[in-house]
T-cell receptor, first 112, second 115 residues
Framework: GESVGLHLPTLSVQEGDNSIINCAYS??????FIWYKQESGKGPQFIID?????DKRQGQRVTVLLNKTVKHLSLQIAATQPGDSAVYFC???????????FGKGTKLSVKP | DTEVTQTPKHLVMGMTNKKSLKCEQH?????MYWYKQKAKKPPELMFV???????INESVPSRFSPECPNSSLLNLHLHALQPEDSALYLC??????????????FGPGTRLTVL
């Protein structure tokens, strides 16, 4: 079946540095991916999405890169701030329309 | 407005109780979802409603009963739950357009504890 997974369960960065969170997927037909941020005690918050007809998409301080050849995507956060501390999930399409499969999540900790 | 609201925020119930979780959105989304999330785990899909009709049930036990009274509201009725059902229950909504995936927007969740 489909799967979406993250490479590292935790990531610690210094405030002001750039962060890179990685994700791999198994289904080469997957056409849409989303990154969510989940702070403690809150629901997942949409950060950015990307469709398979794109290699890169930029938002405010965030960039998502999609490499369809190796079925890998990454979330880059520029100038990481303490408020960026959270668990980050990548998500991709599951078997049925409307079904999202989430990766295991990477916990980002920002050191002041 | 990209807000999905959920009530209650916290719920403690015994195994013989009947309770309901409520979710509301006013974004005009016609798909609504229930997820269950255990600590340090990703959300797991339970149910999907599309145009107020149940379209996906991920083999959820019958002690969880979803209901979609209208396009803005989604309920999850709980009965005879087990302690292992304790978790964060998340509601989400999205557009429904042919042939594609669309971003799901999540509510803050209901933290459920079953004693």
């Amino acid at each position: 079946g489909e799967s979406v997974g993250l490479h590292l369960p935790t990531l610690s960065v210094q405030e002001g540095d750039n962060s890179i969170i990685n994700c791999a997927y198994s289904n080469s037909a997957s056409d849409y991916f989303i990154w969510y941020k989940q702070e403690s005690g809150k629901g997942p918050q949409f950060i950015i999405d990307i469709r398979s007809n794109m290699d890169k998409r930029q938002g405010q301080r965030v960039t998502v890169l999609l490499n369809k050849t190796v079925k890998h995507l990454s979330l880059q956060i520029a100038a990481t701030q303490p408020g960026d501390s959270a668990v980050y999930f990548c998500a991709g399409p599951g078997g049925s329309q409307g079904n999202l499969i989430f990766g295991k999540g990477t916990k980002l900790s920002v050191k002041p | 407005d990209t807000e999905v609201t959920q009530t209650p925020k916290h719920l403690v119930m015994g195994m013989t109780n009947k309770k309901s979780l409520k979710c509301e959105q006013h974004m005009g989304h016609r798909a609504m979802y229930w997820y269950k999330q255990k600590a340090k785990k990703p959300p797991e899909l339970m149910f999907v409603y599309s145009y107020e009709k149940l379209s996906i049930n991920e083999s959820v036990p019958s002690r969880f009963s979803p209901e979609c009274p209208n396009s803005s509201l989604l309920n999850l009725h709980l009965h005879a739950l087990q302690p292992e059902d304790s978790a964060l229950y998340l509601c989400a909504s999205s557009q429904v357009l042919a042939g594609g995936q669309y971003t799901q927007y999540f509510g803050p969740g209901t933290r459920l504890t079953v004693l």
